[in-house]
Every structure is written in C-alpha cells, then in structure tokens.
C-alpha cells in the first residue's frame, strides 16, 4: 500500500474524529485511533507508521509476537493494544508485548496479568470489556457484574484500570449499547472508553468514546484466512 494511500486514509479518518468530537457535546478531550491491524502484514503496517501513526491494536498474541517486535526496532513511539480474547496461558506474553490490554473480562485473566506484572517489574494499563449486548459467542464481563469485577481488579488484583470496552451486537443500532457502557463507566469512576469501529464509530464518539478501533476503512478489505 503506498504512503500517499496511507496518508489519505488516516487524514480521512482522523478529520471524521475530530468532527463527531466536536459535533456531539460535552466531547472528549481527545479521541485516540488505535488502527487494528490485525491480520495484516509488517510491510502493510509500516506506511502507518512512516504517516505517524503510533497507536495501534491486535487481537492475538502470536501474531503480534510475529511482526511488533521488529517494527518496534525501526518506529519508536509504539502504543500496542491487544483488543481480542487473552488466554491465562498467554499472559507473559502479553505482558511483555502490549503496552494496554483491553480486553479484561475474567477473574483468572486478572489474576493471571498481575503475577505476570509483578514477575517482569512493569504496570499494563487495562481496560475491563463488557459484554454489552449479552451475547453467548462474545468475550466480556456480564453488565450485571461489570461493576463489582472492575472493583476486584482494582482492589484485590491491583491493575490500573482505565476505562471499559465493548464491541455492540451487529445487527442492532450500536448507540443504545455505546450509552449503556459509557453510564456503566461513570457508575465505575472511569473516564476512558474503548468503542466503535469502523461502521459505528463516529456514533461511538458521540457517545463519549475515547479511543475508537478502526481496521478495515484504514486497510481495506482483511486477508481471509
């Protein structure tokens, strides 16, 4: 993919942030765009960032061990997210590798990150993802217990949870459920929030949205497995 097209993509899309900021009130301060790049390969990452482009997510750990390393010798600056599912058995890894893990959905992953913090002398922050639409084939907490486990996390298990994130059901309007997390988040005392993608997220923004997941419209079209 060439530089211009990259450029194009992120001035685009980052003009589209700024709108619905302002648009909708009272705004965030700021909207950060974690480019998901998943599936995607170092060579089609690599005009992102040449773009200035730092924030970026991933939803496996063996694929981000497979390319971040490497992009991280030649870019500095990196912010890597890991947006997807984290096993317990992973959680070395991804302590080592992201520098924010929003996907925290489960007393053992919680327990399981922060031996792993503590093992390696570092602090992740993370952000508790919601199962906002109930949904039996998603990842995250219950709405019911999104609360009281972002209170363990923080008491008993010590991590620095900055906000909540969830991903709404498809086949519904996504607003209802944006407005659902960001009230679950004041209720929590939490002032960041992970939510909307790239059919939804200047929705989400008006939501209050502090960091928008935006893969395709930046890509394009995902490789198929």
């Known amino acids: 993919m060439p530089n211009t097209n990259a450029a194009e993509r992120l001035?685009?899309?980052?003009?589209?942030?700024?709108?619905?900021?302002?648009?909708?009130?009272?705004?965030?301060?700021?909207?950060t765009l974690v480019a998901v790049s998943k599936t995607f390969s170092?060579?089609?990452?690599?005009?992102?960032?040449?773009?200035?482009q730092k924030v970026f997510g991933e939803n496996r750990v063996q694929e981000a061990k497979s390319k971040w390393p490497g992009?991280?010798?030649?870019?500095?600056?990196?912010?890597?997210?890991?947006?997807?599912p984290l096993?317990?058995?992973?959680a070395r890894e991804a302590v080592e590798l992201f520098d924010v893990i929003q996907s925290v959905d489960r007393d053992k992953i919680a327990k399981a990150l922060r031996s792993e913090m503590d093992r390696?002398?570092?602090?992740?922050?993370?952000?508790?993802?919601?199962?906002i639409g109930g949904e039996d084939q998603k990842a995250g907490v219950p709405v019911n217990e999104a609360i009281s486990f972002v209170e363990r996390c923080?008491?008993?298990?010590?991590?620095?949870?900055?906000?909540?994130?969830c991903i709404p059901p498809e086949d519904q309007p996504a607003g209802p459920y944006f407005a659902h997390l960001a009230e679950l988040a004041r209720e929590a005392g939490l002032a960041q929030l992970s939510m909307g993608m790239s059919g939804d997220y200047e929705t989400a923004i008006g939501m209050g949205a502090t960091h928008v997941r935006i893969g395709s419209a930046l890509f394009g079209t995902r490789p198929k497995p």
């Open 11 to 31: 001035e685009i899309i980052r003009n589209r942030i700024e709108r619905a900021r302002k648009r909708f009130g009272p705004p965030a301060d700021t909207v």
């Open 42 to 52: 170092a060579e089609e990452i690599e005009p992102f960032l040449e773009e200035g």
């Open 71 to 84: 992009l991280r010798e030649r870019y500095g600056g990196i912010e890597l997210h890991l947006i997807g």
């Open 87 to 90: 096993q317990s058995n992973k």
């Open 120 to 131: 390696a002398g570092v602090e992740r922050r993370c952000f508790v993802q919601v199962n």
């Open 154 to 165: 923080r008491t008993e298990y010590k991590l620095e949870v900055v906000g909540l994130m």
